[in-house]
């Protein structure tokens, strides 16, 4: 191939259908032959701290879409996070680090202090990043857990669970997330108006926060999604925290069998999830349980 002359521009709104069809091509040179979202792809840019107008930049070709960057500004931790998406064709051209360069630069007049990009172990993404002197620092499992029976399972004495239901319960989950991912590697606060937003998304369906509490406090919580493939749906189990007033009291299994029946009754094939390798704790949590491990991601790191 021709080495291929590429322009960046920020995102308009209509490009929404060049980045479905983006996806489809990626999903499809993995052999997923399941639907791109278009909804879910307009909803997870129009989120309240993305700001795609300004942060997500269009890779073209000749006036075609052959890939995109959404940078992730997260001001409370001085990071940002660089999400690529680029064409099968165009892969190992030089378009990856066409968008990370450009993420590079806007990083910094960001003020950020560190700039984080996902990647596999190997492959032509990780090997421009160490290129570009970024660490690997971090590896995260994706693990998977296939439809089985599940163990009867109930909350520990005095415990109950309950359904996220109404705006008091936006504010509460608010608090209870940052104050039981305070301190974990990667986690930034988040505002009030960044988890109601995420709570009406699509893929969170009625029913699909689930809080474990004691009297009239909210001790802990799962968080769960769903993606409609078609054929099929995929559960996700995507934060799983527990208040630290209520550590040590074993709150993460029952949470975490009724995040998975809520998604096993609503159709799912098989739920999956993203766990940090050094947290021991919730491994032997979710190999107890029968999940597998399926594959890994790499965090790499830039500092400025």
């Not at 439809?147 to 509460?172: A, E, N």
């Not at 809080?211 to 054929?231: K, S």
């Not at 208040?243 to 029952?254: A, E, F, I, Y």
Request: net charge positive; hydrophobic share 35%; charged share 20%.
């Amino acid at each position: 191939m021709k080495q291929p002359v590429f322009s960046i521009r920020t995102f308009q709104w209509d490009d929404i259908e060049a980045f479905v069809n983006l996806d489809r091509s990626v999903r499809l040179s993995k052999g997923d032959i399941t639907p791109t979202n278009a909804e879910l792809i307009t909803e997870i840019l129009g989120q309240p701290q993305i700001n795609p107008e300004k942060n997500c930049f269009v890779l073209e070709v000749n006036h075609h879409v052959v890939g995109y960057g959404i940078l992730h500004h997260e001001s409370p931790i001085n990071r940002c996070v660089l999400e690529l998406k680029i064409h099968p064709e165009y892969v190992n051209t030089g378009a990856e680090q066409k968008l990370i360069e450009k993420a590079v630069v806007e990083s910094k007049l960001l003020n950020a202090k560190v700039l984080h990009v996902q990647a596999e172990k190997t492959g032509f993404l990780s090997s421009i990043l160490k290129n570009m002197r970024f660490n690997s620092i971090r590896i995260y499992w994706i693990m998977q857990w296939k439809t089985t029976r599940l163990q009867q399972f109930y909350p520990p004495d005095g415990f109950f669970f309950r359904h996220l239901s109404g705006s008091k319960d936006i504010d509460s989950l608010t608090q209870l997330q940052n104050r039981a991912f305070s301190g974990s590697w990667g986690f930034s606060p988040n505002t009030r108006d960044e988890i109601q937003y995420r709570a009406e998304m699509s893929n969170t369906k009625p029913g699909g926060i689930i809080f474990l509490c004691y009297e009239q406090e909210l001790c802990g919580y799962c968080w769960t999604f769903i993606i409609n493939n078609g054929n099929s749906k995929t559960g996700t189990i995507a934060m799983i925290g527990i208040d630290p007033n209520h550590r040590s009291q074993r709150l993460g299994k029952p949470l975490l069998l009724a995040g998975l029946k809520f998604l096993h009754s609503r159709g799912a094939q098989y739920v999956e999830l993203e766990v940090d390798s050094q947290n021991l704790p919730a491994l032997r949590l979710y190999d107890s349980l029968g999940f597998k491990k399926v594959s890994e991601r790499y965090w790499f790191e830039l500092r400025f």
